[in-house]
T-cell receptor, first 113, second 114 residues
Framework: GDSVTQMEGPVTLSEEAFLTINCTYT??????LFWYVQYPGEGLQLLLK?????DKGSNKGFEATYRKETTSFHLEKGSVQVSDSAVYFC????????????FGKGTMLLVSP | NAGVTQTPKFQVLKTGQSMTLQCAQD?????MSWYRQDPGMGLRLIHY???????DQGEVPNGYNVSRSTTEDFPLRLLSAAPSQTSVYFC?????????????FGPGTRLTVL
C-alpha cells in the first residue's frame, strides 16, 4: 500500500536558519503530494501541494518540489521564524480513487529567537 | 462559511461508556473522513464517506461506527470506549470538484478514556 516516510524530529533551529524536512513516498499510481502544518492546539492546515512530477508547491516562503525519480517531496524554507514552530506532515492522495490521505508521522519544528 | 466544525473540543470518558463525536461541514463537500492522531503515529484513517448513505472503513476502524444520513454531517460513534481510544480525533472533508483532492480539517476533539 501507499506510505509516506518523513524525517523524525524535533528539528531545532535558530531564527533565520535554513530548513529542510525530508519526505519520501511509495505509491502505486501518480499521487498528489501535500504538506500540512499543525500549530500547537490546532487542527491541520494545508501548507502547499503538488499534483504532478516536477511541480513546485509554494506558500508563506515554504517550497517543495515533486520529484518522481526519487519519490521525494522535501520541504524547504530559506529563513525560518519563531512563528514557524509547528508540526509538519507530509501526505499523499491516491488520485485514482477517493481522496483519503496517507500521512507521514510528522516532524516537529522548534525555532528559537 | 464555518468550514468543518467538530464538537466537543474535549471529552473524558470512563471505560465502557459510549459517545458520539460530531462533525459538520457547510461547503457541500461529498467526501468526509475521520482520522485519529496519536504521538509518533501521524494521522490514521478510521472511516470515510463518499456521499450520503455511503461509508467505508479505513486503516483503524475497530471500535468505531459511522453513518452519513446527510451531506453535511458525519458523526463518529464509540459504542464502548477503551483506553486505547484515547487520542485526538480530526474530521475532514473535500469536494469532488477539487482537482487535487485537498482536504479541509476541523479543529479536533481531544478524547481521554480512563
Amino acid at each position: 500500500g501507499d506510505s509516506v516516510t518523513q524525517m523524525e524530529g524535533p528539528v531545532t533551529l535558530s531564527e533565520e536558519a535554513f530548513l529542510t524536512i525530508n519526505c519520501t513516498y511509495t505509491a502505486t499510481g501518480y499521487p498528489s503530494l501535500f504538506w500540512y502544518v499543525q500549530y500547537p492546539g490546532e487542527g491541520l492546515q494545508l501548507l502547499l501541494k503538488a499534483t504532478k512530477a516536477d511541480d513546485k508547491g509554494s506558500n508563506k516562503g515554504f517550497e517543495a518540489t515533486y520529484r518522481k525519480e526519487t519519490t521525494s517531496f522535501h520541504l524547504e524554507k530559506g529563513s525560518v521564524q519563531v512563528s514557524d514552530s509547528a508540526v509538519y506532515f507530509c501526505a499523499l492522495s491516491d488520485r485514482s480513487g477517493y481522496s483519503t490521505l496517507t500521512f507521514g508521522k510528522g516532524t516537529m519544528l522548534l525555532v528559537s529567537p | 462559511n464555518a468550514g468543518v466544525t467538530q464538537t466537543p473540543k474535549f471529552q473524558v470518558l470512563k471505560t465502557g461508556q459510549s459517545m458520539t463525536l460530531q462533525c459538520a461541514q457547510d461547503m457541500n463537500h461529498e467526501y468526509m473522513s475521520w482520522y485519529r492522531q496519536d504521538p509518533g503515529m501521524g494521522l490514521r484513517l478510521i472511516h470515510y464517506s463518499v456521499g450520503a448513505g455511503i461509508t467505508d472503513q479505513g486503516e483503524v476502524p475497530n471500535g468505531y461506527n459511522v453513518s452519513r444520513s446527510t451531506t453535511e454531517d458525519f458523526p463518529l460513534r464509540l459504542l464502548s470506549a477503551a483506553p486505547s481510544q484515547t487520542s485526538v480525533y480530526f474530521c475532514a472533508s473535500s469536494g469532488q470538484s477539487l482537482s487535487y483532492n485537498e482536504q479541509f480539517f476541523g479543529p479536533g476533539t481531544r478524547l481521554t478514556v480512563l
